[in-house]
């Protein structure tokens, strides 16, 4: 069965949106290791990773600390950082064999109101991501922080080669697992119609843009958007837990001139690294990898 949560609209600062969830286990887990927050104006995908239950661990732990910001209409991109600073503290203190490897992905989409002009604030850690649909407009807001985005940063790797290569599970960044942990983040204007969606891998490790671009253009609401989604991810495969989040613009005051987003930094190129069929952080010289 789908889990699903939906918000009604709700009015944050100059950006009212509409948004619901949805989340399923897929067709092959024994359990979901992601997590989903669906609480103005926070919406957020966290894949778990690690052993022993870890990354179910590591996934509701970013959850919490987001949702602290909840209480309020907007939130600061400085609030954002402290809370994945915080998170990833947590995280790094879960000890012991049976939380070895804790760690994961987190795609973030948050509404930011600067000079009276409503914003999207987009930040991401790993290969979750979050999908932006404005007018004639459709693309992938954020870098996959991933080995199999290097290479194809390279131009040693088509996105097609990318879908079934070896390392497509391996990411560069993530919270609380490896060294790295810096997320980038865009500040994207607002537009009355846009429809975001955040959504893990377990999405577009089955579904190809195209598809995801149809669902979002359709006149479906976000509620049935998001079920169609994840019964999309399903249907390719369903070999992984898949979750997405949907939100709707339904109404924004104030609008930019522009509606360009900007990242605040890039990934670095890395050297490759083995892993699984399962989302892992790359392992640091000298260790292994663990599976979720």
């Excluded at 359990?31 to 239950?53: F, Q």
């Excluded at 509606?259 to 392992?283: F, I, K, M, Q, Y």
Aim: with cysteine; charged share 25%; hydrophobic share 40%.
């Amino acid at each position: 069965m789908i889990d699903r949560s939906l918000s009604d609209p709700d009015l944050q600062g100059t950006i009212r949106v509409i948004s619901a969830a949805a989340t399923h286990v897929g067709h092959v887990r024994a359990t979901n290791e992601d997590s989903v927050l669906n609480a103005p104006p926070i919406y957020l995908v966290a894949d778990g990773m690690g052993g022993h239950n870890a990354g179910e661990v590591a996934s509701a732990i970013a959850v919490e600390e987001f949702e602290k910001l909840t209480i309020q209409e907007n939130v600061t991109v400085e609030q954002l950082g402290e809370a994945l600073r915080t998170a990833a503290e947590r995280i790094s203190e879960l000890g012991g064999e049976a939380q070895l490897g804790a760690g994961t992905t987190v795609a973030v989409l948050a509404t930011m109101v600067l000079d009276g002009i409503g914003y999207w604030v987009v930040l991401n850690l790993g290969d979750s991501r979050v999908y932006r649909l404005s007018k004639d407009i459709f693309e992938q807001v954020t870098v996959d922080h991933s080995v199999v985005q290097e290479l194809m940063d390279r131009g040693e790797l088509t996105s097609d080669e990318a879908r079934v290569h070896p390392y497509r599970h391996m990411v560069t960044r993530a919270l609380g697992a490896g060294p790295e942990a810096d997320p980038d983040y865009w500040l994207i204007p607002a537009e009355t119609g846009d429809r975001m969606l955040v959504c893990s891998d377990g999405l577009t490790g089955e579904v190809e843009d195209a598809s995801i671009e149809r669902a979002l253009r359709s006149p479906r609401d976000v509620r049935t958007l998001s079920e169609d989604l994840v019964q999309l991810a399903l249907d390719g495969g369903g070999r992984d837990n898949v979750s997405v989040v949907v939100v709707e613009a339904v109404e924004v005051v104030g609008l930019a001139e522009t509606s360009a987003g900007t990242p605040a930094s890039a990934p670095s190129p890395h050297e490759e690294s083995e892993v699984d069929e399962d989302t892992l952080p790359r392992p640091t010289p000298g260790e292994g990898s663990s599976g979720r």
